[in-house]
């Protein structure tokens, strides 16, 4: 027994190194970034777009990309991440839980995951426990994400279909777990394709995952 805690902390560690190592990387960006106008922060979403079409990958964008949401977290909303919550960033973009307590900053930590996701433009949801935390985590990180180029929507539950679809098609969603499910099962009885509001997965972060995947589940 005690060979398996010793495995599973060790283990940890060199999880924690490894987060650590990369959120290094980001931290290393920040002269260069803050050397920029905003309208060079701004063109860094493009330029990012255009390094993803030419065979890059997400992973090979990430140290550059969350310094780039970092700046502009700070000169949208005057808040910077620190580098517990650039490394929490990194754990949810690899898709593991980030444990954070009330407090301690999550709904900022997951700006830059959801930064670098939505570059692909194949759409990032972001799904909260109620509607009232959609809409207020839209108006709030959604300055970061607007002052970079992203459109961002919210999908609620008083939304005809046309105005779902448009929330759909943006490059961030906010909306809530019962929602999104109501919409999956609905648009997979319609009888024709053009009336689906959702378009592909692509990748979803869920605040409060505890409460939505095992307590509501």
């Given amino acids: 027994m005690a060979g398996f805690f010793k495995k599973m902390f060790s283990e940890e560690q060199r999880e924690l190194a490894g987060l650590e ?9 920040e002269p260069e970034m803050q050397k920029l106008s905003d309208e060079e922060l701004r063109n860094k979403t493009n330029e990012y777009r255009s390094r993803l079409q030419n065979g890059e990958t997400v992973d090979d964008l990430l140290p ?6 970092r700046e502009a977290a ?8 620190y580098k517990v919550q650039v ?3 990194i754990a949810m ?12 900053g999550k709904t900022l930590t997951a700006t830059m995951c959801v930064y670098l996701n939505a570059l692909k433009g194949e759409g990032v949801h972001v799904i909260t426990v109620n509607e009232y935390l959609a ?7 959604g300055e970061i994400y607007r002052f970079l180029g992203l459109s961002v929507g919210v999908n609620k539950r008083e939304l005809n279909a046309r105005e779902k679809r448009e929330a759909y098609n943006c490059d961030i969603t906010y909306t809530t777990n019962s929602e999104l499910g109501f919409d ?4 997979n009885m319609v009888t024709k394709v053009e009336d689906r509001v959702m378009r592909g997965l692509h990748m979803a972060i869920v605040d409060e995952v505890d409460s ?6």
């Fill in 74 to 81: 700070y000169r949208v909303i005057n808040e910077k991440p």
């Fill in 212 to 217: 939505i995947l095992i307590d509501e589940s």
């Fill in 64 to 69: 550059e990309a969350f310094a780039t949401a």
């Fill in 184 to 187: 999956y099962l609905r648009d």
């Fill in 135 to 141: 809409g207020r985590d839209a108006s709030w990180m």
């Fill in 87 to 89: 490394m929490g960033s």
């Fill in 93 to 104: 973009h690899k898709g593991d839980i980030a444990e954070m307590k009330t407090g301690e």
């Fill in 21 to 29: 190592k990369i959120a290094d990387q980001v931290l290393s960006y």
